[in-house]
């Protein structure tokens, strides 16, 4: 399965390895525990769309 960095539609970026999330990256700039995302996306209605990017086959 490998490693990826997937943008969640309106999220943060996930980083996954092998299937399972390991860390969510703040991608909206307003987390309080920032580079941690802590869920204020939702709050502030964070728009942007979803990407994925695969580290190694
Ligand atoms: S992306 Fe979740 S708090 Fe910024």
């Given at each position: 399965m490998g490693k990826v960095i997937k943008s969640v539609k309106n999220g943060p970026n996930l980083v996954v390895v092998d299937g399972q999330t390991k860390i969510a990256l703040c991608?909206?700039?307003?987390?309080?525990?920032k580079p941690m995302c802590d869920g204020t996306h939702h709050k502030v209605n964070f728009q942007a769309e979803e990407h994925e990017i695969k580290l190694d086959d």
């Open positions: 991608r909206c700039g307003q987390s309080s525990k």
